[in-house]
């Protein structure tokens, strides 16, 4: 079956630095989606990504979805502590199963 | 507006007793269901997805079994439950292939 795979598993930075987080498929997507898991929380849905090349930010966040529909990334500019979480990457695989990463958990000494 | 409910959310549960999680759903209709598991910093495991009441697809085979006896209302269940049952179980709900809405989640531990 269709695999997402999330690399780093962890990455610890200073506040003010950037961060980067890379989610490769082994099938292509429909679409693409980024959640964020605060610690002790529940995961919270971030953005969609549907079309190939798609870029799309919010605010210090850059998502971008490959033009093989098959990789994506998050990129977080100058980050804050209030970025710290678990950032999931998901695809669906057919209509209803989606498809979770393992998570890059972003830790952020302040 | 939507809202997705969980309860408990914490539970303590001996090794070999029965386990009923309940969500429900409010302000949608059809939806599809989910229920994941996450071990401690850990992803997420589906277990068990539903597009109508009464269908179930199961993920992984173990001894936990969910329903739907209502459109919005899903149930994760187990007769004996096992150590390896610990975890944060989490459902969800979504509309076709759009973004998953979460619930607040379950801390179950088994001893």
């Known amino acids: 079956g269709q695999q997402v795979m999330q690399i780093p598993q962890y990455q610890h930075v200073q506040e003010g630095e950037d961060f980067t987080t890379y989610c490769n498929s082994s099938t292509t997507l429909s679409n693409i989606q980024w959640y964020k898991q605060r610690p002790g929380g529940h995961p919270v849905f971030l953005i969609q990504l549907v079309k190939s090349g798609e870029v799309k930010k919010q605010k210090r966040l850059t998502f971008q979805f490959g033009e093989a529909k098959k990789n994506s990334s998050l990129h977080i500019t100058a980050t804050q502590t209030t970025d710290v979480g678990t950032y999931f990457c998901?695809?669906?695989?057919?209509?209803?199963?989606?498809?979770f990463g393992q998570g890059t958990r972003l830790t952020i000494n302040p | 507006s939507q809202t997705i409910h969980q309860w408990p959310a914490t539970l303590v549960q001996p090794v070999g007793s029965p386990l009923s999680l309940e969500c429900t759903v409010e302000g949608t209709s059809n939806p599809n269901l989910y229920w994941y598991r996450q071990a401690a910093g850990r992803g997420l495991q589906l277990l068990f997805y539903s597009v109508g009441i009464g269908q179930i697809s199961s993920e992984v085979p173990q001894n936990l079994s969910a329903s739907r006896p209502q459109d919005r209302q899903f149930i994760l269940s187990s007769k004996k439950l096992l150590l390896s049952d610990s975890g944060f179980y989490l459902c969800?709900?979504?509309?076709?292939?759009?973004?998953?809405?979460f619930g607040p989640g379950t801390r179950l531990t088994v001893l």
């Open positions: 969800a709900w979504s509309v076709w292939n759009n973004e998953q809405f």
């Open positions: 998901a695809g669906y695989q057919g209509a209803q199963k989606l498809v």
